[in-house]
Every structure is written in C-alpha cells, then in structure tokens.
C-alpha cells in the first residue's frame, strides 16, 4: 500500500472487554513497531518485530497486552481485560530496515481507543 | 534510563515569525536523531534525520542543528505558516542491528494569523 494503515481508526470499548487493533505496514518493510501515545506525550514504545518474531517486547506494560505478526507483514495487537488506563491513540510503524542504520520509520494514523 | 526533553512543552506565535525549538537528549550511544512533525489526529512524519557528525541540516523551512558533544538538538522554523501548526517530536535511535528509538513528549506549536 501506500502507507502504513491502522484499523479501527477509533475504538470505544467497555472496561474488561477484549479488543483487537490492526496494522498494515509498508509493502517490504521488515521491522513494525507498535507505540503507545497518550495525550500530550510522545510516543511510548511497546514493542518491536524484525520479521514475524518480536525482537523486544519489553515495552508492554503487562501481560494483558499481546502483539502478534504471523507473515512478517500484518500485525495485531491485542488487549485483554480492558482497563480505563489502556485509553490512548496506538501507532504503529514500518522501516526498511531498523531505524538506527537511518531507516525512517513511517507511521499510521494510529487507533484512538477509549475504555469506558 | 535514556531520555530524551523538549522544550518548550507550548508555544504559540504569530504567522510570519521564526521560532526555535529545544531537544536534549541522554541516550548513548547515539546513532542518529529525526524531528517529527505530529499534525493532530495523525502519525508523525520524519523531517529531518542527522547523524553523529551532522551539524545542521534543512529541509525547506525547517532547519535542524545538532551539538553531539553536549547533546542537544534544536529545530527552526522560519517565516512561519498556519500549516505549521502541530507538535514537533524529537526522536533518538542507538546504533546497532536493533535498536529502540527513545521519543522525546514533544513540542505542541500553534501558529495564530
């Protein structure tokens, strides 16, 4: 495609309930992050995938946050037991390659989710 | 823990004035630093990139600057626009195979006529 897209592009949700947040990266593009924004902050990173493994994960606040990217290309994200502190727009991004040999990451709209 | 402040947190100015935004930053070791631009309701976008041994690059009305030695990084915006108006984002990557770039909280600018 010709960028990195984000689906829902708004999710609202009740507090314990399971949701799913999808990411469709650059056409070629082997590393996809997924970050965290609250507002008024820069993004908080979550975790990272080289391909379809994820090479740090150690960004995810708790258990209840998964990330899963099965064909090296699409990625979900996916939380369980919802709580109102999980409100926040999601990003995710692409590169070539990772971003500190210079590669841009390219980011999509990002998923606003709001826990009720 | 690497981190990575802007400054100012706001800043409002006038259509057609120059303004100068502040980045330090304490990741090390350091491979390169970008300023985003953040409109409202979107994904950041890259401006400009500079490396270890860049001093100043531009990218149009935007002109970056980087003091490796003390580690700050600064971006102007001359003769601004309405359009300019977002938050600005400073974003530090480490050098290896992977790394985790460290995102700064951004500097939310409004540019009023």
């Known amino acids: 495609g010709a960028g990195v897209s984000q689906t829902p592009s708004n999710k609202v949700t009740e507090k314990g309930k399971y949701v799913e947040l999808r990411c469709d990266p650059i056409?070629?593009?082997?590393?996809l992050y997924w970050y965290r924004q609250s507002l008024g902050q820069g993004p908080e990173f979550l975790i990272y995938?080289?391909?379809?493994?994820?090479?740090?994960d150690s960004g995810l606040p708790n258990d209840r946050f998964f990330a899963v990217r099965p064909e090296g290309s699409v990625s979900t994200l996916k939380i369980q037991r919802t709580e109102r502190g999980d409100s926040a727009v999601y990003l995710c991004?692409?590169?070539?390659?990772?971003?500190?040999?210079?590669?841009?990451?390219?980011f999509g709209p990002g998923t606003r989710l709001t826990v009720l | 823990k690497n981190q990575v402040e802007q400054s100012p947190q706001s800043l409002i100015i006038l259509e057609g004035k120059n303004c100068t935004l502040q980045c330090n930053y304490t990741v090390s070791p350091f491979s390169n630093l970008r300023w985003y631009k953040q409109d409202t309701g979107r994904g950041p976008v890259s401006l400009t990139i500079m490396t270890f041994s860049e001093n100043t690059k531009s990218n149009g009305r935007y002109t970056a600057t980087l003091d490796a030695d003390t580690k700050q990084s600064s971006l102007h915006i001359t003769a601004s626009q309405l359009s300019d108006s977002a938050s600005y984002i400073c974003?530090?990557?480490?050098?290896?195979?992977?790394?985790?770039?460290?995102f700064g909280t951004g500097t939310k600018l409004q540019v009023i006529p």
């Open positions: 995938f080289q391909g379809t493994g994820a090479a740090d």
């Open positions: 056409s070629g593009h082997t590393a």
């Open positions: 974003v530090v990557s480490e050098p290896g195979g992977y790394q985790k770039v460290t």
């Open positions: 991004a692409s590169s070539l390659a990772p971003p500190g040999q210079g590669h841009e990451q390219f």
